[in-house]
């Protein structure tokens, strides 16, 4: 099981930034997917989540409005574009798949990978 965050960088504030998450090793299309964060000194924090089937998305509150999740099961790769960003908003972000649809409590499948990192300054 292998999915790698990749797409981040270095932007201003009210930037954007398009993230990709490539899975490989399990059936992508059954399994929803997670974005998280990890900020510098902070626990890592569940952002998004799209279902696997209808398309069913959730958001942080922090980050509604602002970032939009997406999924193509043909490529067993998810999205997240990043726009209006805020220095608040840099991290390391990573990918996941949830173990029960978007229900983060229960776990995610496999290991985290190494993540993206996204540097929003000032």
Request: hydrophobic share 40%; net charge neutral; charged share 25%.
């Given at each position: 099981v292998q999915l790698q965050a990749s797409g981040g960088g270095l932007v201003q504030t009210g930037g954007s930034l398009s993230l990709s998450c490539a899975a490989s090793?399990?059936?992508f299309d059954d399994y929803a997917i997670g974005w998280f964060r990890q900020?510098?000194?902070?626990?890592?924090?569940a952002l998004s989540c799209i279902s696997n089937s209808?398309?069913?998305r959730y958001y942080l509150e922090a980050v509604e409005g602002r970032f939009t999740t997406s999924r193509d099961n043909a490529k067993s790769t998810a999205y997240l574009q990043m726009n209006n960003l805020k220095p608040d908003d840099t991290a390391v972000y990573y990918c996941a798949a949830l173990?029960?649809?978007c229900d983060f409590s229960v776990g995610v499948l496999g290991s985290w990978g190494q993540g993206t990192l996204v540097t929003v300054s000032s």
């Open positions: 090793g399990f059936i900020a510098p000194g902070k626990e890592r924090e209808v398309g069913t173990l029960a649809s």
